[in-house]
């Protein structure tokens, strides 16, 4: 009779490992990314019908490609409240359709959320401003969102898309660093004094994977600005 | 426990069986969608992934 309930009781813990990282992962992964299409599509169609909420009167594919400091790309200016979407985000690298919202703030509400995935740090840039603009994302379980950090290789693309269009980032290296190293958020990560003229993306996420004693960091720098989806994402993108 | 369980059930083994599927899958189903989340809601509180305090 003991040995049934301790055998039950296994059982129970072993079913709940994998409803937590296979499960329920699969299903929110699912649904996360139905909910980054969605925004993704409502986005490509605002800025497509001419009364919507574009600021410019679409100019076709006005693609910016200097990105220097002074380059005239548009940035959102005020911070959004928590929990409201500000970007959805595509990696060909961590597969084909693979999207992603991007939600003001890094709690629970956001990284577990099924409509999110991804948080924005509340403290740091907005997507394509100058500086940097740093996300989180969980990498096994509550969608796995970015369990496939690892692979991603010099140049790899990383498309965010806004209410204003498409910042293409490169992806240009690795840190692998402790769970408090806040610095990698500063404007230029890491540097905490120096003065920024780089448009960052940061992500980080838990390494090693089903693991939380380090945190990897993934660096990328912006490469162009367009209004229209860029040819790599158009397929995904609506 | 599960000795007694297969006593007190009627008809032949097949029959049984049966039973014993359809109770293993209602008992899954409400783990899944009842206990579990409502665990992992007290069990897993730690910020994974993101960087601070």
Redesign the interface.
Known sequence: ?AG??LLTAGV?VL??IG??NV??SWVLNGQQNGAAAQLGRQWLDESASPSGGGSSSGGGSATQTSVGPAANIPVEKSAPANQQPIAVMYVPRFGTDWKRTVREG???DV?NSSTAGV?H?ASTAMPGAVGNFAV????T?YGST?LHMQNLRLGDKIYVQTKDGFYTYAFRNYQY?Q????A??DPVPREQSAQASDRILTM???NPPYH?VE?L?SYAVLESFSKTPPAAIASVVG | MYAALWRVLPGPWWVRLLIVLVLLAAVLFVLFEWVFPWVDGIVDQNQQGTVGT
């Open positions: 009779m049934e309930l129970l079913l709940f409803w937590q499960f329920n890094t709690g629970l990284l948080g740090y989180a994302a969980h990498d379980g970015f660093v769970p408090n190293e806040v990698v958020l980080t996420t838990c939380t945190r960091i």
